[in-house]
């Protein structure tokens, strides 16, 4: 299976947990909704850093610090996703979900080439 392939499947199922828990909290918590967005982004980028280095590029030597270097591209995927919420979260969780699972996709993009080129960059162990 491709790397990129294995990236939508490994991102297709971490942006399902995202929006799940954005969903969630953008509706039950009493925060402002880009906060809680991006609150439940940065919940996610431990696991989404091991299912990709476990799963999609497995091929690759991740950089040094390769953890801090996947926190720092999830930057993006946090503003794309406080700032889909800020402008279209309504506060109600199925509406919610569908925001929050195209904000997802769209950082998938980004965070797929960053990834890819910066922190598990291609030619690395085998």
Known sequence: MSTFLRFLVVGGSLALVY??????????????????????????????????????FTGSAPRPFALGLYALTQVIGIGIGAGTSFLFATGRFWPDLLVHLCASALAAVASYVINRRLTFPAGGRT
Not at 27 to 40: D, F, R, T
């Open 19 to 56: 929006a799940l828990l954005a969903a969630f909290a953008t509706s039950q918590l009493p925060w402002p909704k880009a906060v809680s967005a991006g609150a439940a982004w940065i919940a996610c980028i431990p696991l989404g850093f091991w299912c990709h280095r476990r799963f999609t």
